[in-house]
């Protein structure tokens, strides 16, 4: 199985784009999905510079109803009418209100639907292709993990604080254990790495994406590294959200199984 980083904050080829933002193209054999789509028609340009035909892009799955996350979809529905697969809570009106109130969340069903995406939202975990499911919800379990203070949404009666309940993570099952994708981790990378073994049977070996310890407290990031050192991972691949320092302190604790990835970057993860 093979995962390659379309659309990232940073690139390492000559001529991609970077943006802040998360796209990885995930293919088994001759099956492929896009997980997430980045913030703009980056993730075209990326794939036309890497060579990836967009009209063979026919499922999609989006991690949360983040503008980062869902923002290249319009862009893919001028070659392709792809199935994107969600949690039914993703058209939330959701805002960052760190200050002045900030609008993150991504366009209306209906926007989607006129450009030929069909939505199939689940809650419950759903293989996509073979071998790799999305979560489903997750519950919040693990007590230091906490969804960021800082998102609202919009309900009838005003604003409510967001918990992201849409946020979910791809798994990949493989002969050598579990590999764990990651959009941005709002209900915590520990809790999701824990549930997934749990929904399983089976160890999680490695994982990759954001983890959204960039804009964690510090009890939280030194709780959850101190977990993750707890698991036999072979494989600490964050992006996008970690921010600089968290990944400097992953690589620091994890050293050779640490792999820096972004914009451009594949790995095989069995
Ligand atoms: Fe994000
Ligand atoms: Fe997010």
Redesign the pocket.
Known sequence: MRLTTLVENKASHPGLCAE???SVLVQNGTECLLFDTGQTDCLIHNLEVLGVDPAGIDRVVLSHG?Y??AGGLPSLCAFSQPVVYAHPEIFRRRYAAKGQLRYIGIKNRSFYEQQGVRFVLSDQPTEVIADVHTTGYETMATPFEIVDKGFVYETDNGYEKDNVPDDQSLVMNTPRGLFVLF??AHRGIINIIRQSEHRFGKKVFGFMG?T?LGAAEEDQVRLTIDALKTMDLEIVAPL??TGTAATARLAEEFGDRFISLNGGSAIEVG
């Open positions: 802040h933002g998360l983040h980062d996350h959009g941005c954001g959204h996008h959200c």
